[in-house]
């Protein structure tokens, strides 16, 4: 069957790699697989004061979440951690308590950066809070993508071709992944 993936990019930049990273990612995806890119830039900063008349940018995030099959995240460390935006998302989205947005669907992380660590503490935070939104994270492969200010050509595509080996066999893999864990909402 198909699968609808939401794609969340953790960079709010025009040029942002890890958007053209993500974008490398749907062209290299198995049919099996749909995808939207989900824009978390609108999202006022949670405030539980205004669960009980929530802005409309939280209502809309929410609803596009929910009917998703799968989630992938692609993003950028800042700080060694994850964006504020995209933490401030995954905060949007789990509420209010007991509905959450996120709940049991499959997802994958990938995260990008110049530096030689490939984002790995953003990587691994974003996972901690997976595990609390009972967010079954493929545990492999693993995606910390270094260097990724040298891996696009003009045209977007990724230029090295072990990368792009390495990043096809990752969606085949989540591909199975999502087969494997979602509940068909
Ligand atoms: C960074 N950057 C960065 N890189 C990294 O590898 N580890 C880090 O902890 C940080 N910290 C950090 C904090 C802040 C506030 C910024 C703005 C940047 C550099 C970052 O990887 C680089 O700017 C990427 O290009 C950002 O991703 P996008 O926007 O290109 O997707």
């Known amino acids: 069957g198909t699968y609808t993936v939401g794609v969340f ?10 958007l053209k990273l993500a974008k ?13 890119f989900v824009d978390i830039a609108p999202l006022p900063h949670y405030n539980e004061d205004e ?3 929530p802005p ?3 209502k809309e995030f929410r609803e596009k979440v929910k009917p998703l099959d799968a989630l992938l995240f692609v993003t950028p460390e800042y700080n060694r951690s994850v964006p504020g935006v995209l933490k401030n998302a995954l905060d949007v989205g789990s509420r209010p308590y007991g509905q959450s947005a996120w709940e049991g669907k499959p997802a994958a992380v990938v995260s990008a950066s110049p530096g030689g660590i490939g984002g790995f503490g953003a990587n691994h935070h974003l996972r901690q809070s997976l595990v609390f939104l009972n967010v079954p994270a493929m545990q492999q492969p693993e995606a910390y993508i270094g260097g990724a200010n040298k891996l696009f050509d003009e045209n977007g595509q990724i230029a090295n071709d072990g990368t792009r080996k390495f990043l096809h066999g990752f969606m085949d893999a989540f591909a199975h992944w999502v087969e494997l864990h979602a509940k068909r909402v």
């Open 9 to 18: 990019v953790g960079s709010l930049r025009k040029d942002s790699l890890n």
């Open 51 to 53: 669960d009980a008349d």
């Open 24 to 36: 490398a990612l749907v062209e290299l995806a198995p049919s099996e697989f749909k995808f939207e």
């Open 56 to 58: 409309a940018a939280w």
